[in-house]
């Protein structure tokens, strides 16, 4: 049965409902999978819990379906440069589960292993950690996290073969491996699709994580704060 949709929309029929959960992968802008977020937020599901990093920007990747008010609840390592999404939160119209940058990708890296739970230092003694079991190792208190398990999981791969064997650009790669194993259903868009199968030894994401694969469309990729130097005039 081949993997390959269309577009996004055909990707993401059948699976999308009100008040399911949604692992995203990407950082802030990069390597987040455009547009099946906009897919996302052109079917009008509500009532979504959104497990990612972050949530974007104002108006810009996961920021959309902020905007469009489809979601109740995030799960995330921070507010980041979103204001709506601390405006949302402040008004309580948002429920946010805050996790440790590296026990959120742990915990999603558990949910896609088969570990139902894990311990961690992090987060011992802070709010975070309130109303968890704890325990003690060799003389340290660790808290108890939980795995994430999606009902749908949504990434942004640079290049796909037809198998659905993903690879990823340098910093583009950020959460999305993990992303792509917590799913019961994996999507993954695809920047450039290969007809040859990709070399095993380059494969970051095998093929048997995703269920549907879709080319993305070609855009301008948006820069979530842009840094530059000076220009130098060197003397000859």
């Given at each position: 049965?081949?993997?390959?949709?269309?577009?996004?929309?055909?990707?993401?029929?059948?699976?999308?409902?009100?008040?399911?959960?949604?692992?995203?992968?990407?950082?802030?802008?990069?390597?987040?999978?455009?547009?099946?977020?906009?897919?996302v937020?052109?079917?009008?599901?509500?009532?979504?819990?959104?497990?990612?990093?972050?949530?974007?920007?104002?108006?810009k990747?996961?920021?959309?379906?902020l905007?469009?008010?489809?979601?109740?609840?995030v799960?995330?390592s921070?507010?980041?440069?979103?204001?709506?999404?601390?405006?949302?939160?402040?008004?309580?119209d948002?429920?946010?589960?805050?996790?440790?940058?590296?026990?959120?990708?742990?915990?999603?890296?558990?949910?896609?292993?088969?570990?139902?739970?894990?311990?961690?230092?992090?987060?011992?003694?802070?709010?975070?950690?309130?109303?968890?079991?704890?325990?003690?190792?060799?003389g340290h208190?660790?808290?108890q996290?939980?795995?994430?398990?999606?009902?749908?999981?949504?990434?942004?791969?640079?290049?796909?073969?037809?198998?659905?064997?993903?690879?990823?650009?340098?910093?583009?790669?950020?959460?999305?491996?993990?992303?792509?194993?917590?799913?019961?259903?994996?999507?993954?868009?695809?920047?450039?699709?290969?007809?040859?199968?990709?070399?095993?030894?380059l494969?970051?994401?095998?093929?048997?994580?995703?269920?549907?694969?879709v080319?993305?469309?070609?855009?301008?990729?948006?820069?979530?704060?842009?840094?530059?130097?000076?220009?130098?005039?060197?003397?000859?």
């Open positions: 049965m081949s993997k390959m949709c269309a577009t996004a929309e055909a990707a993401l029929s059948g699976v999308l409902a009100d008040g399911i959960t949604i692992a995203v992968g990407g950082f802030g802008l990069c390597g987040i999978p455009s547009d099946l977020i906009e897919a937020r052109d079917s009008g599901v509500t009532g979504l819990t959104v497990v990612s990093n972050n949530m974007g920007v104002d108006g990747g996961l920021g959309l379906l905007e469009n008010r489809q979601v109740t609840k799960v995330a921070y507010v980041g440069e979103n204001k709506l999404f601390a405006q949302q939160y402040l008004d309580k948002l429920d946010v589960e805050f996790s440790p940058q590296g026990t959120l990708s742990e915990r999603i890296r558990a949910g896609g292993s088969g570990i139902a739970a894990f311990y961690t230092r992090s987060g011992v003694g802070t709010p975070v950690a309130e109303g968890k079991p704890h325990a003690e190792f060799d208190l660790y808290v996290e939980r795995a994430i398990i999606a009902d749908l999981a949504l990434v942004h791969a640079h290049t796909a073969d037809r198998a659905g064997n993903l690879t990823y650009r340098a910093t583009a790669r950020n959460f999305n491996p993990l992303v792509a194993t917590c799913g019961r259903v994996t999507i993954a868009e695809t920047e450039h699709l290969t007809e040859q199968f990709i070399d095993p030894e494969v970051a994401t095998p093929g048997i994580y995703v269920d549907r694969l080319v993305a469309r070609e855009r301008i990729k948006d820069i979530e704060k842009r840094t530059v130097r000076p220009r130098v005039t060197v003397e000859a």
